[in-house]
């Protein structure tokens, strides 16, 4: 067992509690990547982008996959880290750090694409969902109607931009856009291309957040993990030096 510092017996500390905390975070990316996959909420706006054949069901279905995938590559680096830290293994430090560089790059990439996404989203949201709305009334097609309507009563809205979209285009206003499904009552006055474009962006600023932090904890890691495995050579070597 290398002899070491206090300071650096600290970083080792420091590095341990923090791969745990990776691993807590991306069970917590995993998880949320699980949770869009699966939510019936986005299992609803998929579909009605699979309808019209708008590329934005396959966007979001591509973003889930990508959040499964680094919550798992993080969860398994935070081990890989963790026990090289515990074992004093400088090789599994060396090649925590690097992988964990590149984890960084990629996640910086992936808050930028993400960041840039939310600036077009509600332009390309509201083009396509107006779009799907319009074809979907206009030919009587009853499935994206339906889906439409199950929208509507989800998050309380109706139409694409307001009730106006029915009543300028001469359609009869569905149940779906009044609160308990009667007519009587006042109906709601949200579009659902804003409603869905607030509830996603939402979604994801949770997972910006975590990004955001995990970011910052892992430049920590990788300095701390160089650090530890230099000080385990010099340690190791100096050991060997006092035993000549």
Not at 78 to 102: D, E, N, P, Q, W
Not at 130 to 152: D, G, P, V
């Amino acid at each position: 067992m290398s002899h070491l510092s206090c300071g650096i017996k600290c970083i080792r500390f420091a590095l341990l509690v923090l791969n745990i905390i990776f691993l807590i975070g991306g069970c917590l990316i995993f998880g949320f990547g699980i949770h869009m996959k699966i939510n019936e909420n986005f299992m609803k706006t998929s579909t009605l982008y699979d309808t019209s054949q708008v590329l934005g069901a396959e966007a979001i279905q591509w973003f889930t996959k990508i959040l499964i995938i680094i919550g798992a590559i993080i969860s398994s680096l935070a081990m890989f880290g963790y026990f090289g830290a515990l074992c004093h293994t400088r090789m599994l430090l060396y090649m925590y750090s690097i992988v964990l560089s590149l984890t960084i790059i990629f996640e910086f990439v992936g808050i930028i694409v993400m960041l840039s996404f939310h600036n077009n989203l509600w332009e390309f949201y509201d083009a396509g969902f107006t779009k799907i709305f319009q074809r979907a009334y206009r030919n009587n097609q009853t499935k994206s109607i339906e889906i439409i309507s199950k929208l509507e009563r989800e998050f309380h809205c109706c139409g694409v931009n307001s009730i106006g979209d029915y009543i300028k285009s001469d359609y009869r206003i569905p149940l779906s856009c009044y609160p308990n499904q009667v007519s009587q009552e006042k109906p709601f006055n949200q579009g659902c291309a804003e409603a869905i474009v607030i509830w996603i962006w939402n979604e994801l600023s949770l997972i910006t957040g975590i990004f955001g932090t995990l970011l910052l904890i892992e430049i920590f890691s990788v300095v701390a993990s160089l650090v530890l495995g230099v000080a385990i050579a010099h340690s190791a070597n100096t050991e060997i030096y006092h035993k000549l």
